[in-house]
């Protein structure tokens, strides 16, 4: 019997570090049987000839042809799967507006399972052929529909993570979609976790309830206590909004005296498998309970340009050691591609910093040292997701899972301007992270299983 499931042969980029990228230039990499890197070999290596001449010829082999690339599978922190439909309508009003006239319309219609089920299959395949192999979602406030979503995860093989969103608080949730009281929303919140903790056991990728205060307005303190015993109970990852607009932040402000943050930790909402998306008003205090708590933020670059009011601080709550991933926000960001939000999330830091050039004197237009490199994005949208989400994935390392797209450079229609006077990987890199499109991901694969082939 082989050792491996499967070899494959070819040139790969990965986070060596935030700063670097490792490129691993015809490289074989040998997968176990449960979907996990067991080995990576070197044209250098002695063991590297042997391999390949005892898997070159048989049917787990998988030669990438030149020309086409590895890269680890993206990793979106916060996607709101039912807000597909709506994606890149109103984002020209306000986020409370936007949430009343659009979105709670919108999930409102979730109610019907055969129309969750229509949807959320078009989702993940949607995610899946942008690159995108692991999500975190919210679905609504629907048990049965927020299980159809794990399940349409569990089926077409990508490592979802699901929460049926909590939205009880009468005062501040329309009566048309809002849960009926916080006792129901606490008990289908457990019952939901039960069941997808039990879905997720028969899937070899991993499928995880997640407990979901949709955010602080939308929810009671009740409310908020009892999802934050429920996760400690179950050890289950958590997820909300933080501290995104002036007016979300403003509002728990007015209720607790407090910011987002603490008054998430004060619920037992804030531990290491926590991601809070947005956290763009975060302060230097409310950063370091993140970091001390191991929490996460979702770093959604295109919907911040839109809701936010701001442009977040990213290098600075890195530099604090705060875990940070990216997300789509889809609908708030209308792209449901972590292509986009890599470089968005490259081109906003370089907004904040607009123009300050150290070696001038201080000007008044930027905040220095703000800006983030494209190493540095391509950090955030594969091993930094990985870090937030306590997984071994987002790293093409042994012990990893192997979560890989295949960018294929020539494609037809979609070729990248590459050119024999691109000698160095690195360019090649640069290039397809700045302008592939989903038609050159040939291939997608998550924990060792092809889930997407174009
Ligand atoms: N805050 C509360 N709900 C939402 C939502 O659906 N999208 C965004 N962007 N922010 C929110
Ligand atoms: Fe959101």
Same mark, same amino acid.
């Given at each position: 019997?082989?050792?491996?499931?499967?070899?494959?042969?070819?040139?790969?980029?990965?986070?060596?570090?935030?700063?670097?990228?490792?490129?691993?230039?015809?490289?074989?990499?040998?997968?176990?049987?449960?979907?996990?890197?067991?080995?990576?070999?070197?044209?250098?290596? @002695?063991?590297?000839?042997?391999?390949?001449?005892?898997?070159?010829?048989?049917?787990?082999?998988?030669?990438?042809?030149?020309?086409?690339?590895?890269?680890?599978?993206?990793?979106?922190?916060?996607?709101?799967?039912?807000?597909?439909?709506? #994606?890149?309508?109103?984002?020209?009003?306000?986020?409370?507006?936007?949430?009343?006239?659009?979105?709670?319309?919108?999930?409102?219609?979730?109610?019907?399972?055969? *129309?969750?089920?229509?949807?959320?299959?078009?989702?993940?395949?949607?995610?899946?052929?942008?690159?995108?192999?692991?999500?975190?979602? *919210?679905?609504?406030?629907?048990?049965?529909?927020?299980?159809?979503?794990?399940? /349409?995860?569990?089926?077409?093989?990508?490592?979802?993570?699901?929460?049926?969103?909590?939205?009880?608080?009468?005062?501040?949730?329309?009566?048309?979609?809002?849960?009926?009281?916080?006792? /129901?929303?606490?008990?289908?919140?457990?019952?939901?976790?039960?069941?997808?903790?039990?879905?997720?056991?028969? /899937?070899?990728?991993?499928?995880?309830?997640?407990?979901?205060?949709?955010?602080?307005?939308?929810?009671?303190?009740?409310?908020?206590? &009892?999802?934050? !015993?429920?996760?400690?109970?179950?050890? /289950? %990852?958590?997820?909300?909004?933080?501290? !995104?607009?002036?007016?979300?932040? &403003?509002?728990?402000?007015?209720?607790?005296?407090?910011?987002?943050?603490? #008054?998430?930790?004060?619920?037992?909402?804030?531990?290491?498998?926590?991601?809070?998306? %947005?956290?763009?008003?975060?302060?230097?205090?409310?950063?370091?309970?993140?970091?001390?708590?191991?929490?996460? @933020?979702?770093?959604?670059?295109?919907?911040?340009?839109?809701?936010?009011?701001?442009?977040?601080?990213?290098?600075?709550?890195?530099?604090?050691?705060?875990? @940070?991933?990216?997300?789509?926000?889809?609908?708030?960001?209308?792209?449901?591609?972590?292509?986009?939000?890599?470089?968005?999330?490259? @081109?906003?830091?370089?907004?904040?910093?607009?123009?300050?050039?150290?070696?001038?004197?201080?000007?008044?237009?930027?905040?220095?040292?703000?800006?983030?490199?494209?190493?540095?994005?391509?950090?955030?949208?594969?091993?930094?997701?990985?870090?937030?989400?306590?997984?071994? $994935?987002?790293?093409?390392?042994?012990?990893?899972?192997?979560?890989?797209?295949?960018?294929?450079? +020539?494609?037809?229609?979609? =070729?990248?301007?590459?050119?024999?006077?691109?000698?160095?990987?690195?360019?090649?890199?640069?290039? $397809?992270?700045?302008?592939?499109?989903?038609?050159? $991901? +040939?291939?997608?694969?998550?924990?060792?299983?092809?889930?997407?082939? =174009?």
């Amino acid at each position: 019997m082989n050792t491996y499931a499967q070899v494959f042969q070819g040139t790969a980029f990965t986070s060596q570090s935030p700063k670097e990228i490792k490129v691993l230039k015809d490289h074989l990499f040998c997968i176990d049987e449960n979907g996990v890197i067991a080995k990576i070999l070197a044209p250098i290596d @002695i063991a590297y000839n042997d391999v390949l001449k005892e898997y070159e010829n048989t049917d787990a082999f998988h030669r990438i042809n030149e020309g086409t690339y590895i890269l680890p599978g993206f990793i979106d922190l916060h996607v709101h799967a039912p807000q597909w439909i709506q #994606a890149g309508t109103a984002l020209d009003i306000p986020l409370n507006d936007w949430l009343n006239t659009y979105t709670f319309p919108t999930e409102a219609k979730f109610a019907d399972v055969d *129309f969750a089920t229509k949807v959320y299959a078009d989702v993940v395949d949607t995610l899946l052929a942008n690159g995108t192999t692991t999500a975190l979602y *919210f679905a609504t406030i629907h048990k049965e529909a927020s299980i159809v979503l794990a399940k /349409t995860c569990a089926e077409k093989g990508q490592r979802g993570l699901v929460g049926k969103v909590v939205m009880d608080d009468p005062e501040q949730t329309p009566s048309f979609y809002k849960d009926a009281d916080t006792k /129901t929303a606490l008990a289908d919140t457990e019952e939901f976790i039960v069941a997808v903790k039990e879905l997720g056991k028969s /899937t070899k990728q991993g499928v995880y309830p997640v407990v979901t205060p949709r955010f602080i307005p939308s929810c009671t303190d009740e409310a908020l206590r &009892g999802l934050g !015993e429920l996760a400690k109970k179950y050890d /289950t %990852h958590i997820q909300s909004h933080c501290s !995104e607009s002036d007016w979300a932040h &403003g509002y728990v402000q007015e209720r607790f005296g407090k910011n987002d943050a603490q #008054a998430l930790n004060d619920f037992g909402l804030l531990q290491d498998k926590s991601v809070m998306a %947005h956290s763009n008003f975060l302060t230097d205090e409310d950063a370091q309970l993140f970091a001390d708590t191991g929490s996460a @933020i979702a770093h959604c670059p295109v919907s911040n340009a839109y809701f936010a009011n701001s442009v977040i601080p990213i290098a600075r709550f890195m530099a604090m050691g705060v875990e @940070i991933g990216l997300g789509s926000d889809i609908s708030g960001g209308f792209s449901p591609s972590l292509y986009d939000n890599t470089r968005q999330a490259v @081109i906003s830091s370089r907004m904040l910093e607009d123009g300050v050039d150290s070696s001038l004197p201080a000007t008044t237009r930027g905040v220095p040292n703000s800006r983030i490199t494209l190493n540095e994005a391509f950090y955030l949208v594969t091993a930094g997701g990985g870090e937030s989400l306590s997984l071994p $994935i987002g790293r093409l390392e042994v012990g990893f899972a192997w979560d890989a797209q295949m960018i294929d450079t +020539r494609t037809a229609n979609a =070729r990248l301007p590459i050119y024999e006077v691109d000698k160095k990987e690195i360019d090649i890199f640069e290039k $397809i992270i700045y302008l592939a499109r989903p038609e050159n $991901i +040939r291939e997608v694969w998550v924990q060792g299983e092809k889930v997407h082939t =174009r």
